[in-house]
């Protein structure tokens, strides 16, 4: 009885748990989920200021916000007369509800920042150079995927912010020339935020956007594998072409392990967070009244600073312009100087440009979201 | 393998790809097409804003279908609450006129933009009456500001 139990058992798992390093590659190769990894890597890659662990975190997030989010997903009505009260029952009835959402609300804040921290970092040490054109390309839809997540979660519960945050989101969309309007109403599928842009929203936000994600996901990471991991500069052991006569540690305990501890964390964080801050909701949504001031969720509080100058400029142009300049970035500077190196001298121009481009979304993103007050009016002192 | 067969191979793999562009764009515009169904169970564009005898004030906000109904001597007149910015509802300001509350674009008392991102005019829209006496609105259709709905 204990051997066919046990016979079961191992044809789950085909190799015991290693014990050495030659059965350590074996379990990394016959693993669905350990083959993702090297079998061995490279010493420096393990850092911390290697990586900052801010992909694995990203990924770690994106799997937390997919639990979390079935579960809403249980409770949660997308119609307008029943979405707000769903939101009341999962805080007051449902048990463990709050701390459902309220994981949820800060796991989907957190990645925004997360995924922007990770394409700085790449960017920095000049990881979408060469072979990494495309893999960068990806990176950049994950960024805009993760954001467009984010926008079509945030109308969910159907309360005032989320009603009045969408409905200008929507109508910066319809500030395309020539085609906005249509553009907005494919979004809305109707002609202001109801019934209908609550359920594509809902469809998008629970089943589209998170497939695309996870497929565009699955391409990253298999890249990263086949350009052999991170970038290494050409001054670094063994850098430059290939490892050879570089020691290389098995990924079995040195990287698995590690990356366990990195997602008790992030998991641990995640709960504290959750028990510690409520997910505002704020009083049902009521097309007849817009609040004062009227605010989008912090992230994109930048493009409404922008959209308060004009909305086709501010709304529409800068970010798009912002998005393509990042798509098109590895086809631009194609200059092989620096890899894999944080702050190396031959990119002074480069890194100045992009950290005048992050400054440039940080102070908008700041000014918009403590120095604006009622009707957007400047106000000096953050409320 | 002679010549003839490897020209065939060539044009039987570019038909391939040819139908393969086409079978995407054809996907394409089919999914937009999906999209864009004219079904809306939205509230409908005409509206019906109450019995005539509640508009005897200079003006009165309704606020389901987002007008200001105005009234003077000439008769009454609806202006769209939306503002032409980025869609928020304004409200009437304190000094008089309108403010909208999302990017502070503010109106005068007629709807002309005086301030802000706004970048046209608040829009006035067409007002009927039925038989019962009531004020009809139709969202659908724009007047100019000097239009009136003639009463009594």
């Known amino acids: 009885m204990l051997n066919w139990l046990k016979s079961i058992w191992n044809s789950l798992w085909r190799v015991g748990w290693p014990r050495d390093e030659r059965a350590s590659v074996k379990a990394m190769l016959s693993s669905l989920l350990l083959h993702l990894h090297p079998p061995k890597i490279r010493p420096e890659s393990l850092k911390f200021r290697a990586t900052w662990a801010a992909g694995l975190v990203s990924l770690v997030l994106a799997l937390q916000l997919t639990v979390t989010g079935i579960y809403l997903m249980f409770y949660y009505i997308p119609h307008p007369d029943a979405a707000w009260r769903s939101m009341k029952d999962l805080a007051f009835v449902v048990p463990l509800g709050t701390l459902t959402r309220n994981a949820h609300r800060w796991a989907a804040h957190a990645m925004v920042a997360i995924v922007t921290v990770h394409m700085l970092r790449v960017y920095m040490a000049s990881g979408y150079k060469g072979s990494r054109q495309a893999n960068w390309v990806a990176g950049v839809a994950l960024w805009f995927l993760t954001l467009a997540l984010s926008f079509t979660g945030y109308l969910l519960p159907w309360d005032q912010l989320a009603y009045w945050a969408v409905t200008v989101g929507s109508n910066m969309a319809a500030a395309v020339p020539l085609v906005g309007d249509h553009f907005r109403q494919l979004i809305l599928g109707d002609r202001s935020v109801g019934e209908s842009a609550l359920l594509r929203f809902y469809v998008l936000h629970c089943v589209a956007l998170p497939a695309i994600l996870f497929l565009i996901v699955g391409f990253h990471l298999f890249r990263v594998r086949k350009d052999g ?69 912090w992230y994109f509080l930048g493009v409404q600073e922008l959209a308060h100058y004009s909305a086709f400029w501010g709304g529409v142009f800068v970010p798009a312009a912002t998005l393509l300049g990042l798509a098109l970035l590895p086809y631009l500077d194609t200059h092989a100087e620096g890899v894999g190196r944080y702050l190396p ?30 009707a957007w009016a400047l106000m000096w002192w953050p409320k | 393998m002679d010549e003839h067969s490897s020209d065939r191979r060539n044009f039987l793999g570019k038909l391939g790809g040819a139908a393969l562009v086409a079978l995407s764009a054809e996907a394409a515009w089919a999914s937009l097409r999906f999209a864009r169904a004219p079904v809306s169970y ?69 709807g002309h933009v005086t301030g802000g991102p706004a970048p046209r005019d608040l829009s006035h829209v067409r007002l009927l009456r039925d038989v019962r006496g009531n004020l009809i609105a139709d969202l659908s259709q724009t007047v100019p500001g000097e239009a009136r709905l003639q009463v009594g």
């Open chain 1, 229 to 297: 991991g991170l970038v290494v500069s050409e001054h670094a052991p063994g850098g430059g072409r290939g490892d050879e006569g570089h020691k290389l540690v098995p990924a079995w305990p040195h990287l698995v392990y590690r990356e366990l501890i990195v997602t008790l964390v992030v998991t641990a964080t995640l709960l504290a967070l959750a028990l510690w801050l409520q997910a505002p909701l704020e009083a049902e949504a009521d097309p007849s009244r817009t609040p004062n001031p009227a605010k989008a969720p």
């Open chain 1, 345 to 374: 001298k031959e990119r002074r121009i480069a890194q100045a440009l992009f950290a005048a481009l992050l400054l440039f979304m940080a102070v908008t993103t700041v000014v918009g979201t403590l120095f604006r007050g009622p």
């Open chain 2, 42 to 110: 939205g509230p409908s564009q005409r509206r019906n804003l109450g019995h005539l005898d509640r508009f005897v004030s200079s003006r009165v906000y309704v606020g389901d279908a987002g007008l200001f109904v105005g009234r003077d001597s000439k008769g009454l007149s609806a202006m769209s609450a939306t503002c032409t910015h980025l869609g928020c509802t304004v409200r009437e300001a304190a000094e008089g006129g309108f403010v909208c509350p999302c990017h502070g674009s503010t109106y005068d008392e007629h």
